[in-house]
């Protein structure tokens, strides 16, 4: 499914939300198009290098990068291959580009002319490493004399290294299947997929044909003149006239695959896909967190557990890193560790506005109960007092996990009383890898989690916490403050598995653990989403942001594993020992008061 780079930071957070959802259906590959005005080789929110990097390793999705040789110089080129590499992306579609309109194709000195001369020189310089696609166009390029002409050319491109071919857009099944039979006739043998183009729009229809000089079929546009100004029957028309050109085409056996030109609007291209029966959805998850698809982390199978609601931050902070865990995660004091770095990256910003984001978090926040609320409502469903549901949460990329809603009753009850959790998980005890809730890795096996809760509570409640987990032997507890003051019963440097599973021939995959090590890390994190997430919505001087900063300096964050997995947790206990320990603290102060 080919996409292009909105041209707001906005537009293009709105796009990585859009492609996380397309995980689900397991494309083969994704791809993001390259345009020379819009500077696609910056670091900037907006690129088609960054929005690429991000598909391929935030959204775990097979990545293909556009590159042209429009207005860029040999070095130039060089130099964005070397960052594509850097970042993990493998797939290549090498073109030539396109001027703007209205003007004629030059190339630039030192640059070059054609798409040939881009894929020689990709395969001069990087070898194998880079899989590259070309264009191939049924109708015959615009600029070429005739189609004999074109196909000469696009051997050149295939004999250069190029390693499959895309088409164009047609409507016919037939033009496909000839232009096959035509590549093969001169030798052509590697892959040609087809380019298929739902029709969404009439307008947009008759301009993307007059940009390609491609001539719409008297019957489609008969089709479509009577409804051309209802944009749902347009839409709907689109929608079939791609699934039976589609299903023309496999019953010809003339494509092993197909490839959307999605013009940004995806909903048209997964109905299609749906109806074509293509959607290839795994039913369980491989690892209980999100996988990314850069090959560098491909053997990855372990991480600590305080990222499962913001994976692509953690994508992010061990981006620089050498090797990652596989097998088990060891002592992170270790050497062959790399430091967590930086998380302040676009990708985290809410596709919501802040207005929305008003709405769902408070217009004005006057008490730390506020803020409990908003907490309660988002792991409740409920709607709030203005009438909102809270979709959007500052600590969570995404929806409330299945398994949290094995425990929403006592996360909402606790949430109510100053217990702000932002992760949990139920104890498990031999489930099937298949269940829907808690299963992943696949058929054939059994998983295990060990109960684990983290949360904000104020450093008074922390303070009886304490004192009634010494009663709790079976509970491993980290407790730390912002300014890094700490208290924990484990090891300081010793990891705690907290998931694993049993697969037939395998060893015992640990995929979660708590890290003492890098839980220090994450709570700088976690407490400054307190400030950069939520606080920054209200004005500087304002009593909101005033409350969430109380919050900030006198709440702790605290994580708790219960290791008794086979029985059931005791962590509710805990906390309800904990408040009753501070009611009969409050009720002595207040019976010495009277006494006084």
Known sequence: MEFFPPKTPSGASNLISKLERLRDVNPLFCDITWHSAGNPGADTETSSITIAGCMLNYCGIETMLHMTCCNQSKDEILQHLKRVQSIGIRSILALRGDPPVGEDWIAMEDGFSYATDLVRFIRAQFGSYFVIGVAGYPAGHPDSKDVEDDLFHLKEKVDAGADFIITQLFFKPKVFAKFVADCRRIGIECPIIPGIMPIQAYSSLRHICKLSKLEVPQEIIDAMEPIKENDEAIRNYGIHHAVELCRALFSMDVALGLHFYTLNREVATLEIVRQLGLCLASPTRSLPWKTTANPARCGEDVRPIFWNNRHKSYVSRTSDWDQFPNGRWGRSNAASFGELKDHHIFYLRSPLSKEELLRQWGQELTSEQDVWDVFYHFISGEVNKNGFKVTSFPWNDEELSKETNLLTNELCRFNKMGVLTINSQPNVNGRPSTDP????????????????????????????????????????????????????????????????????????????????????????????????????????????????????????????????????????????????????????????????
């Open 437 to 596: 809730t808690v299963g992943w890795g696949g058929p054939g096996g059994y998983v295990y989690q060990k109960a684990y809760l983290e949360f904000f509570t104020s450093k008074q409640n922390v303070d009886y916490l304490l004192k009634v987990l010494k009663n709790f032997p079976r509970v491993n507890y980290h407790v730390i403050s912002v300014d890094g003051n700490e208290s924990t019963n484990g090891d300081p440097c010793q990891p705690i598995a907290v998931t694993w599973g049993v697969f037939p021939g395998k060893e015992i995959i640990q995929p979660t653990v708590v890290d003492p090590v890098s839980f220090s890390h994450w709570k700088d994190e976690a407490f400054s989403i307190w400030r950069e997430r939520w606080a920054k919505l209200y004005p500087p001087e304002s009593r909101s942001r005033e409350v969430i900063s109380s919050i900030v300096n006198s709440y702790c964050l605290v994580n708790l594993v219960d290791n008794d997995f086979p029985v059931d947790t005791c962590l509710w206990s805990v906390l309800d020992e904990m408040f009753a320990m501070k009611e009969r603290q409050s009720r002595r102060a207040t019976v010495k008061m009277v006494f006084m």
